[in-house]
């Protein structure tokens, strides 16, 4: 491993090789508890760029995020997406006559619903003669359909488009095995009682072991969480770095949380039970607490633990893209432009979690920004293996504390940045994910002016 990262670090660009180093830096977190003070508004260059539309986020909800098993596990998917989705209408008052298209991101896929978009679509109440598609590109499935929106809007194709994401890991598909599954089909085309017998006498009870659904990277048969053991030893990233970390996340979530900052979260009522209003995965704890458990992966001498690690979450969200003229002669207030993105891929095996450190300096090199020009940083935290500036970094938690729905994260990480952005006084927001098959994703959020 350490031979790989010498090669990479040769081998990139001279603001990827530092970018590099800053954002693999040991995590020493404990006096960074609490979150930076507001930073005072800048005055910078606007990202605009002529002859091209500006593209803004007007508002942007998520249900609550809840770990898996709990009170969404007798749902749907697409029940969950459509409670983003009203909770967006319900928020934003938009007719839904004006939305041109909807576009959802999802990862495991409901298999009776595998255009959960759609489905969620038409359960809010939108007109069945508005266009819906679902994406999936892993955890950056929600990202992949802000900016198909985008794209939409830039091309002049739409004026107006809803993005979102949705997971729901409290029934995950879990199907027969193969061999079951070809007796099944074979039976079904069987035409004699006789072709019927003859398939039965081949049954063997082996048949009856299910397919749960892949936790492992298909290329490489490796989990993302071994793969992050991996990766924090190579960087020496210590188990304390890595509780410590996490613990922060925990600690800003929660203060967040009780100052009522997470006004994305929208309440819902679930069928049968009670309204849910917060996220429910948040649980600050101690140092001496996390260090009680044994690693999850690399046994007995990993780092990665459940303390330290995302969990199973359910959850949607959903945000309103519009074209700034389009947000503004409705009479809308945007909250912040969408600005520059990229998309990176690199070797699955040993840059799995890589994505946000490659596409970071690229997204900045294209926007023309350098790291200090940032206010605001949202990252995807899978794992605690490493971070940017944490005086700016996920100052009111993250996926370790908030949750994880993998196709939901990227709209909640872009409205963090776009709602800190705002409460904090700063001007340039970076949001930036890693997702399977080591990919990534980074995008500029701007402030939209008061």
């Given at each position: 491993m350490t031979s790989i990262l010498t090669y990479t670090l040769k081998n990139l660009p001279s603001t990827s090789k530092w970018a590099l180093r800053f954002s693999l830096r040991p995590l020493s977190c404990s006096s960074q508890l609490r979150a930076a003070p507001a930073a005072q508004t800048k005055s910078k260059k606007t990202l605009a760029k002529p002859n091209i539309r500006n593209i803004v986020v007007v508002e942007g909800v998520r249900i609550p995020f809840l770990q898996s098993g709990t009170s969404y596990k007798e749902l749907m998917p697409h029940d969950l997406a459509r409670a983003a989705l009203l909770g967006l209408l319900h928020r934003t008052s938009v007719p839904k006559d004006v939305v041109d298209y909807i576009i959802?991101?999802?990862?495991?896929?409901?298999?009776?619903?595998?255009?959960?978009a759609r489905e969620a679509a038409l359960g809010a109440g939108f007109s069945d003669k508005t266009p819906a598609h679902t994406v999936t590109m892993a955890c950056i499935s929600a990202n992949q359909a802000m900016t198909?929106?985008?794209?939409?809007?830039?091309?002049?194709?739409c004026d107006v488009v809803v993005a979102g994401g949705v997971e729901l890991m409290s029934d995950v598909p879990i199907r027969h095995s193969r061999k079951m599954r070809k007796m099944l089909l074979d039976l079904n085309k069987a035409k004699t009682l006789g072709q019927r017998l003859s398939l039965i006498s081949k049954f063997r009870l082996n048949f009856l072991s299910p397919e749960l659904p892949a936790v492992a990277e298909f290329s490489t048969s490796e989990t993302m969480g071994h793969s992050a053991d991996?990766?924090?030893?190579?960087?020496?990233?210590?188990?304390?770095?890595?509780?410590?970390?996490?613990?922060?996340s925990h600690s800003l979530a929660k203060k967040a949380q009780d100052e009522g900052l997470l006004s994305d979260v929208?309440?819902?009522?679930?069928?049968?039970?009670?309204?849910?209003?917060?996220?429910?995965?948040?649980?600050?704890?101690?140092?001496?607490?996390m260090a009680k458990l044994k690693p999850a992966f690399i046994k007995p001498y990993g780092t990665v633990t459940a303390a330290n690690s995302s969990f199973l979450t359910d959850g949607a969200s959903a945000m309103l893209i519009m074209a700034e003229e389009k947000a503004l002669a409705m009479g809308y207030k945007p909250k912040a432009y969408l600005r520059d993105f990229v998309y990176v891929s690199q070797d699955p095996k040993d840059q799995l979690l890589l994505g946000p450190t490659y596409a970071t300096p690229k997204v900045l090199e294209r926007a023309g920004l350098t790291m200090t020009d940032i206010d605001?940083?949202?990252?995807?935290?899978?794992?605690s293996v490493g971070s940017p500036p944490l005086e700016k970094f996920?100052?009111?938690?993250?996926?370790?504390?908030?949750?994880?729905?993998?196709?939901?994260t990227g709209c909640r990480l872009v409205m963090a940045a776009a709602n800190r952005l705002r409460k904090e006084g700063g001007q340039y927001g970076l949001v930036a994910a890693c997702a399977a098959g080591g990919q990534g994703h980074a995008m500029i959020v701007e402030a939209y002016p008061k």
């Amino acid at each position: 491993m350490t031979s790989i990262l010498t090669y990479t670090l040769k081998n990139l660009p001279s603001t990827s090789k530092w970018a590099l180093r800053f954002s693999l830096r040991p995590l020493s977190c404990s006096s960074q508890l609490r979150a930076a003070p507001a930073a005072q508004t800048k005055s910078k260059k606007t990202l605009a760029k002529p002859n091209i539309r500006n593209i803004v986020v007007v508002e942007g909800v998520r249900i609550p995020f809840l770990q898996s098993g709990t009170s969404y596990k007798e749902l749907m998917p697409h029940d969950l997406a459509r409670a983003a989705l009203l909770g967006l209408l319900h928020r934003t008052s938009v007719p839904k006559d004006v939305v041109d298209y909807i576009i959802f991101g999802t990862v495991i896929q409901e298999v009776k619903t595998s255009n959960v978009a759609r489905e969620a679509a038409l359960g809010a109440g939108f007109s069945d003669k508005t266009p819906a598609h679902t994406v999936t590109m892993a955890c950056i499935s929600a990202n992949q359909a802000m900016t198909t929106g985008v794209g939409l809007i830039a091309s002049g194709q739409c004026d107006v488009v809803v993005a979102g994401g949705v997971e729901l890991m409290s029934d995950v598909p879990i199907r027969h095995s193969r061999k079951m599954r070809k007796m099944l089909l074979d039976l079904n085309k069987a035409k004699t009682l006789g072709q019927r017998l003859s398939l039965i006498s081949k049954f063997r009870l082996n048949f009856l072991s299910p397919e749960l659904p892949a936790v492992a990277e298909f290329s490489t048969s490796e989990t993302m969480g071994h793969s992050a053991d991996r990766l924090a030893a190579a960087f020496a990233v210590s188990r304390l770095d890595q509780d410590e970390y996490a613990l922060r996340s925990h600690s800003l979530a929660k203060k967040a949380q009780d100052e009522g900052l997470l006004s994305d979260v929208v309440p819902f009522k679930v069928p049968g039970k009670d309204t849910v209003t917060k996220d429910n995965g948040i649980r600050p704890s101690s140092l001496e607490q996390m260090a009680k458990l044994k690693p999850a992966f690399i046994k007995p001498y990993g780092t990665v633990t459940a303390a330290n690690s995302s969990f199973l979450t359910d959850g949607a969200s959903a945000m309103l893209i519009m074209a700034e003229e389009k947000a503004l002669a409705m009479g809308y207030k945007p909250k912040a432009y969408l600005r520059d993105f990229v998309y990176v891929s690199q070797d699955p095996k040993d840059q799995l979690l890589l994505g946000p450190t490659y596409a970071t300096p690229k997204v900045l090199e294209r926007a023309g920004l350098t790291m200090t020009d940032i206010d605001a940083f949202e990252f995807h935290e899978a794992f605690s293996v490493g971070s940017p500036p944490l005086e700016k970094f996920n100052n009111w938690g993250g996926s370790l504390s908030l949750g994880h729905p993998f196709g939901a994260t990227g709209c909640r990480l872009v409205m963090a940045a776009a709602n800190r952005l705002r409460k904090e006084g700063g001007q340039y927001g970076l949001v930036a994910a890693c997702a399977a098959g080591g990919q990534g994703h980074a995008m500029i959020v701007e402030a939209y002016p008061k």
